[in-house]
């Protein structure tokens, strides 16, 4: 490694990349670790797009023509666990690597080793998903994984061998996120520039932070739930299994009380991003800088204690519904506060509307839908009938696509100038743009039709009164799907040339990041910034 | 041009204008909200839907409509200056205090409303008159025990030749109930996790193995309600509807002595001792094979593999271990094809199911339709045996059971 980077200290005055592989396969560089994060997102999201593809096709029409009901489930199963865990998450981690260090004025993560492992686990992780998805096609390879992403036992019981490679997947994925959340907490407690306290950190940086507490107190329960799974299935204890003193339900609080939380580990950095993007194309500051990092406190904290939402037809006595329902709708208040901040960050400003802030409006009209279909399902009696529907199905994709997946949509545009140093194309863009919310809106919003005319979610087959609304959402979802095309060519296009960006790239932008040079010098930072000039940042935003 | 880039707004107006239309357009059977309940407890359920609805929607336009207003006017093309103190008075200042305390009051608008039916909903009268019926989710057909009348139905899907335009929402043997009686539902399951979910009754609970949960319901209104299990419990989830047939208490007792006087019917006929001859046993095989074993194992024998072999002497068979060894070792697989093993092990697969795989234990089949149902599975589909099977065979594998059970 020092050879590589003494024979390459070409950049500027720090040390260079080292070349070739081990540039990637041994890098501590916040920013290359970033890009890998990225791009293994952006593959997982073609992938577990490519199956939703499958999906919409199959429930094009009713009748069984393309999938067999096993390789059906297996694709929802894993279409879900790889658009989570592969995709959003990965995505989020990528721009908190290349971002987080830059926006506080850091040389690097904290520990820049552990950043490398935290992402080789990850690609271990997305390995293991990807065989417990093929290897029941080969032969002795057991069967489908049948079970949804919620692997809920007795069914899970039932799975062959693929079970286990998913069980040992989640193991892989709880490593890696972890390590991932305490380089992040260590990084942004410990390495800001002099001058930049906690409550002055870019918003950004906040809604991670909130994050890598979640998953830090998440994952290690999730992880005891599918080990005592992987007990029940091959060494014959009960824990799930009411013949021998356990409990199926017992699963279900494990993976809600990580589940539920998730969603927010989906959403925060999302809005953080929006944070950042909607003050720089208002050209004004962000509206309440301290109740958005209270609203978001307070999204994870509450969101902690609301798990059992999703099993309101186990059986839960009447005191413990009517305590995760008002639970669940009290988290409506701060999601209100952010949503609302974001609105007045826009109010009164100047704003201009480039793909990114375009995302960011998007997605406060759509996740405000999500968010309100979300208090629907929040309230019991209607939930015993929209649950485990297809209203349910169209209100989590308006929350996640729009909430956190558009979001990471949004923060690609916004950084794509300073990562490359190439400005993306506008024009194509704002295409991908309207495809993305014609094909979204398309697709989801008819299956609250079909959710509430009684159509139960997760399955193959379906009565022919379904079939009209079925229709509409596959060819939205094929809409959808093509957008990707556009959005992968307007990478690949401003990774390869184009415009060259400036420092600040947009007119509104301002931040420790905008300071750096478009692309940034393989390493950043290595003075802190002056605490004046630090001063002077925050004293321009507030 | 202008009016036409205000983005959002626009396409989501559009997109449910448009989506409102196609509704309007599709069978009249089929709406885009709940259909009618027919309880007192889902009319309930319904209003709140209704109620919650509507306060989401209002919210939403207010939403929609600052985000317009602030597009439209707070643009740097219209000459727009940024208002860079906007935060710094007063509302700045409280917003963070008004708007949770008016977040707030809605949602104690809405969980107060859901809280004042809640209780009705989700305590179950402990009347002692209350009729009860259990409900057992099996993979994939669902079991209805009438414990008072002490009736016992097997409720299975349509397939799609005989169920039309009702394939997946229609199924042999209905649940019938009575109108205007109030009914404890007892949920369970036998294998792993289904929910019984029926919209118009307005309720979905999840049948678990080994625990039971209860609902209840006065249903007021005649009719046929139609739903399906909620809740994915593995390959054939999709097939397995739900139809409640509810009828007034007075058709509903003359149903059940009906239903008695069926079964007392057949366990004389099957404690007869009577010998029948081969046509006779076909052709009720073939009834009790339709009704019982098709669901599966299909009319024409060919099964669904994995979870279904065919019952077809020389089809070819693969499956995972777990689903070829015991058949194997009951002498009915040989070299990757189905063959026709001993008939007290056929006798015996029905009576006492393959534990751990989709075959059940058939055990509440009188002797005389697995005497009937093994007859013909031996010769239909081509399997030409001329074997007989009598009811004399059954009772000795039933009895062998119980011997060694007693031991």
């Known amino acids: 490694m020092s050879d590589a980077t003494m024979a390459h200290g070409h950049e500027?005055?720090?040390?260079?990349?080292?070349?070739?592989?081990?540039?990637?396969?041994?890098?501590?560089?916040?920013?290359?670790?970033?890009?890998?994060?990225?791009?293994?997102?952006?593959?997982?999201?073609?992938?577990?797009?490519?199956?939703s593809l499958l999906i919409r096709a199959e429930l094009f029409m009713p009748g069984i023509q393309l999938l067999q009901p096993d390789v059906y489930y297996n694709l929802v199963t894993n279409h879900a666990l790889i658009m989570v865990f592969g995709a959003v998450m990965p995505a989020a981690a990528g721009m908190a690597n290349w971002m987080i260090p830059m926006m506080i004025g850091a040389q690097d993560m904290a520990l820049p080793r552990m950043n490398n492992t935290s992402f080789w686990f990850l690609v271990a992780a997305a390995v293991m998903l990807v065989i417990s998805m093929v290897v029941p096609f080969l032969p002795g390879g057991g069967t489908m994984v049948n079970t949804g992403w919620t692997l809920y036992p007795p069914l899970s019981v039932q799975v062959g061998m693929s079970m286990d490679f998913l069980i040992f997947t989640v193991h892989l994925l709880g490593i890696s996120s972890i390590l991932a959340s305490i380089n992040i907490i260590v990084t942004l407690v410990n390495c800001r520039a002099p001058g930049m306290t906690l409550m002055k950190m870019p918003i950004f940086c906040w809604s991670w932070l909130v994050t890598a507490f979640l998953l830090i107190l998440i994952m290690p329960p999730?992880?005891?739930?599918?080990?005592?799974?992987?007990?029940?299935?091959?060494?014959?204890?009960?824990?799930?299994?009411?013949?021998?003193?356990?409990?199926?339900?017992?699963?279900?609080?494990?993976?809600?009380?990580?589940?539920?939380?998730?969603?927010?580990?989906?959403?925060?950095?999302?809005?953080?991003?929006?944070?950042?993007?909607?003050?720089?194309?208002?050209?004004?500051?962000?509206?309440?800088?301290?109740?958005?990092?209270?609203?978001?406190?307070?999204?994870?904290?509450?969101?902690?204690?609301?798990?059992?939402?999703?099993?309101?037809?186990?059986?839960?006595?009447?005191?413990?519904?009517?305590?995760?329902?008002?639970?669940?709708?009290l988290i409506s208040i701060p999601v209100g506060l952010l949503v609302f901040n974001y609105i007045a960050t826009?109010?009164?400003?100047?704003?201009?509307?480039?793909?990114?802030?375009?995302?960011?409006?998007?997605?406060?009209?759509?996740?405000?839908?999500?968010?309100?279909?979300?208090?629907?399902?929040?309230?019991?009696?209607?939930?015993?009938?929209?649950?485990?529907?297809?209203?349910?199905?169209?209100?989590?994709?308006?929350?996640?696509?729009?909430?956190?997946?558009?979001?990471?949509?949004?923060?690609?545009?916004?950084?794509?100038?300073?990562?490359?140093?190439?400005?993306?194309?506008?024009?194509?863009?704002?295409?991908?743009?309207?495809?993305?919310?014609?094909?979204?809106?398309?697709?989801?919003?008819?299956?609250?039709?079909?959710?509430?005319?009684?159509?139960?979610?997760?399955?193959?087959?379906?009565?022919?009164?379904?079939?009209?609304?079925?229709?509409?959402?596959?060819?939205?979802?094929f809409i959808f799907g093509a957008a990707h095309l556009v959005f992968l060519y307007v990478i690949v296009k401003t990774v390869r040339g184009g415009a060259k960006a400036s420092d600040q790239v947009w007119e509104g932008a301002g931040g420790l990041e905008w300071t750096l040079p478009s692309p940034p010098p393989f390493h950043t930072f290595t003075t802190p910034p002056a605490p004046a000039s630090v001063n002077a940042i925050w004293d321009a935003s507030r | 041009m202008r009016g036409w880039r205000q983005p959002k707004k626009l396409a989501q107006f559009l997109a449910i204008m448009v989506l409102l239309g196609l509704a309007g357009l599709t069978r009249?059977?089929?709406?885009?909200?709940?259909?009618?309940?027919?309880?007192?407890?889902?009319?309930?359920?319904?209003?709140?839907?209704?109620?919650?609805?509507?306060?989401?929607?209002?919210?939403?336009?207010?939403?929609?409509?600052?985000?317009?207003?602030?597009?439209?006017?707070?643009?740097?093309?219209?000459?727009?200056?940024?208002?860079?103190?906007?935060?710094?008075?007063?509302?700045?200042?409280?917003?963070?205090?008004?708007?949770?305390?008016?977040?707030?009051?809605?949602?104690?608008?809405?969980?107060?409303?859901?809280?004042?039916?809640?209780?009705?909903?989700?305590?179950?009268?402990?009347?002692?008159?209350?009729?009860?019926?259990?409900?057992?989710?099996?993979?994939?057909?669902?079991e209805y025990e009438y414990l008072d009348q002490g009736v016992r139905l097997e409720s299975r899907y349509t397939p799609e030749d005989k169920a039309g335009d009702q394939y997946l929402r229609d199924v042999d043997q209905r649940l019938v109930l009575p109108t205007l009686t109030k009914i404890r539902f007892l949920h369970t399951s036998a294998d792993v996790n289904?929910?019984?979910?029926?919209?118009?009754?307005?309720?979905?609970?999840?049948?678990?193995?080994?625990?039971?949960?209860?609902?209840?319901?006065?249903?007021?209104?005649?009719?046929?309600?139609?739903?399906?299990?909620?809740?994915?419990?593995?390959?054939?989830?999709?097939r397995m509807p739900i139809v409640v047939e509810a009828i007034s208490p007075e058709k509903f007792n003359a149903w059940v002595a009906e239903q008695k006087t069926k079964v007392a019917a057949a366990q004389a006929e099957?404690?007869?001792?009577?010998?029948?001859?081969?046509?006779?046993?076909?052709?009720?095989?073939?009834?009790?094979?339709?009704?019982?074993?098709?669901?599966?194992?299909?009319?024409?024998?060919?099964?669904?593999?994995?979870?279904?072999?065919?019952?077809?002497?020389?089809?070819?068979?693969?499956?995972?271990?777990?689903?070829?060894?015991?058949?194997?070792e009951r002498g009915f697989l040989k070299d990757g094809k189905i063959v026709l093993g001993p008939v007290a092990k056929h006798i015996d697969i029905i009576v006492n199911g393959i534990p751990d795989t989709s075959m059940q234990?058939?055990?509440?089949?009188?002797?005389?339709?697995?005497?009937?149902?093994?007859?013909?599975?031996?010769?239909?589909?081509?399997?030409?045996?001329?074997?007989?099977?009598?009811?004399?065979?059954?009772?000795?594998?039933?009895?062998?059971?119980a011997t060694a059970a007693a031991r």
């Open chain 1, 12 to 51: 500027g005055a720090h040390r260079g990349a080292p070349h070739g592989w081990r540039r990637w396969l041994f890098s501590t560089n916040h920013k290359d670790i970033g890009t890998l994060y990225l791009v293994v997102a952006l593959v997982m999201l073609l992938l577990g797009g490519a199956m």
């Open chain 1, 222 to 329: 999730f992880a005891g739930g599918v080990t005592m799974l992987l007990f029940d299935r091959h060494f014959g204890t009960s824990f799930f299994n009411a013949a021998g003193g356990g409990d199926p339900q017992l699963f279900q609080h494990f993976f809600w009380f990580f589940g539920h939380p998730e969603v927010y580990v989906l959403l925060l950095p999302s809005m953080g991003i929006l944070g950042q993007i909607i003050p720089t194309f208002a050209r004004k500051p962000l509206f309440g800088y301290h109740s958005t990092w209270g609203a978001m406190v307070a999204i994870g904290a509450i969101g902690m204690l609301v798990w059992a939402h999703h099993q309101y037809t186990t059986g839960l006595s009447l005191g413990a519904v009517t305590y995760f329902m008002i639970g669940t709708i």
């Open chain 1, 346 to 477: 826009m109010w009164r400003g100047a704003m201009t509307f480039e793909t990114p802030m375009l995302f960011a409006i998007g997605i406060l009209v759509m996740f405000s839908f999500g968010g309100l279909t979300g208090i629907m399902v929040a309230v019991v009696p209607g939930d015993i009938q929209y649950h485990d529907s297809y209203f349910v199905v169209a209100h989590f994709h308006y929350a996640l696509i729009s909430g956190s997946l558009l979001g990471l949509y949004a923060g690609t545009f916004y950084w794509l100038p300073k990562w490359t140093g190439h400005m993306y194309d506008e024009k194509l863009g704002k295409i991908f743009f309207w495809l993305v919310v014609i094909g979204h809106n398309l697709t989801f919003f008819p299956q609250h039709f079909l959710g509430l005319a009684g159509m139960p979610r997760r399955v193959v087959d379906y009565n022919v009164i379904f079939t009209e609304f079925n229709m509409i959402s596959s060819i939205g979802a």
């Open chain 2, 28 to 142: 009249a059977e089929y709406g885009i909200n709940f259909p009618e309940p027919a309880t007192p407890g889902a009319r309930d359920i319904y209003d709140i839907h209704m109620r919650t609805m509507t306060i989401a929607a209002v919210l939403l336009v207010i939403v929609i409509g600052f985000i317009s207003y602030s597009v439209y006017a707070h643009r740097k093309s219209r000459g727009a200056i940024p208002d860079q103190n906007f935060h710094k008075g007063w509302f700045g200042r409280w917003s963070w205090v008004l708007v949770p305390a008016l977040v707030l009051g809605v949602d104690l608008t809405i969980s107060g409303a859901a809280e004042r039916v809640l209780e009705s909903l989700w305590l179950v009268p402990k009347d002692k008159d209350m009729m009860e019926v259990k409900v057992t989710g099996h993979q994939w057909w669902w």
């Open chain 2, 194 to 238: 289904h929910s019984f979910w029926v919209p118009e009754l307005g309720f979905k609970k999840d049948a678990i193995a080994g625990y039971i949960t209860e609902t209840w319901a006065v249903i007021d209104k005649e009719g046929v309600y139609r739903g399906q299990c909620a809740h994915l419990c593995g390959t054939w989830h999709a």
């Open chain 2, 270 to 328: 099957s404690a007869s001792g009577k010998v029948w001859s081969k046509e006779e046993l076909m052709e009720k095989g073939r009834n009790a094979y339709n009704k019982n074993c098709a669901a599966c194992h299909q009319l024409d024998g060919r099964g669904l593999a994995p979870a279904f072999p065919p019952l077809i002497a020389g089809a070819p068979y693969s499956a995972p271990a777990n689903l070829s060894k015991p058949l194997e």
């Open chain 2, 361 to 401: 234990a058939w055990k509440q089949l009188t002797n005389l339709e697995i005497a009937a149902i093994v007859t013909y599975e031996r010769n239909a589909f081509n399997n030409n045996t001329g074997e007989v099977v009598q009811m004399a065979d059954v009772e000795k594998v039933r009895g062998a059971k």
